[in-house]
Every structure is written in structure tokens, then in C-alpha cells.
């Protein structure tokens, strides 16, 4: 088997290779791939296999006592529009144009690693390799300058549109509509607009 993912912090594809061990096994973020249409009539291959072959009493040495999971508040997945910010919005004051923008378009709101980390956005609206994995019929990135670990989350989305002052910004690659100045002037009017034009 071939798993093939980004290493190093996204600078290179690794493809790992595991020729000693079997069985293999290798998981996907959820929201990587597409879903397929349900066919009721589709029975999938039962394999039993008996676990002692693999495994022995001291794998088992740790115990889990108790399991706490809590659902999260935030459902990006679902969102047929996501607004997302990265560090280029300057501020989580700045982030607030964000959740005015996704209130009027009825979406929801996400941020890269940079801006989370500077704390402009929580943890759960984080969008990438480290974070959650969208494709959403709208992406509007701000102030994101698009590293290929928040492309990872973001890149098949129907619709992307990147707003940053730099025009050589790497998300322009993945975007369908580039508009080059700075979110503090594009977004109030994209608001103001989209306001007046809905009534």
C-alpha cells in the first residue's frame, strides 16, 4: 500500500511505504473525499479476522477509564458558504467582518493555522491539513495567503474567492476570483452591497 501524504510541514508529497507489516490499514480525514450517492443495493466483503494473530496481552497494558466527547458548536461542513480569515486580517476586532459577511450570506465562518494561532479564531473553525477539511459551494478567503496546508482543507470547494493585497499570494492559484486590496475596505462594501441588492 501507498500512502501518500505532505511531510515536513507541507514542503514535499512523502508517498510511505510499509513492506514488512500486514495487515495494512491507512485512514482519511473526513471531508476529503467526495460522498457517493447511497445504492441500497450494495453489500460490502466481511472479513473476520482473529485478533490474537496481531495483537497480545501487552498492547493492552494502557486502560481507558473514561471517554469525554463533547459535539462541537461549529458545523463548517454543512455550510454552503464558508468566510474564512486568515492572518492578514490583522485582528480578532477584524475578525467581526468575517461573521457580518457570513451573517448576510446565511454562511459560516472559518480561519487558517496563522490566524488561530494569533488567536483571531478558536481551534474548531480551523480550516487545513491540521485542521478540518471543507468543500463548501462558496469559499471566501480573507487575508489568507494560502499555504498548501490550508489548501489541502480548502481547494475543492465549487467556488473560491480570494481577497488579499498581495498579488502573488499562493491561494490565487486555487481561487476562480482574485480580488487584490485590503479586506478593512473590500469586505464593508461586499456587505454593503450584497444588503442592498437582497431587499
Known sequence: MYQIR???GGNIIATIINPDCRPQMATVREGVMKK?????KYKGKLVKLDVA???SDAD???EIIERHMEKSKVNMKAAPIVVAGGYGMGSKENFQLLYDLAEVLGGEVGASRAAVDAGYAEHERQIGQTGVTVRPKLYIAC???GQIQHRAGMEESAQIIAINTDPEAPINSVADYVINGDVGVVLPKMIKYYKQNTK
Open 53 to 55: 494473530k496481531y495483537v
Open 6 to 8: 505532505p511531510a515536513f
Open 143 to 145: 487575508g489568507i495567503s
Open 60 to 62: 493492552f497494558v494502557v
Open 36 to 40: 457517493e450517492i447511497l445504492d441500497p
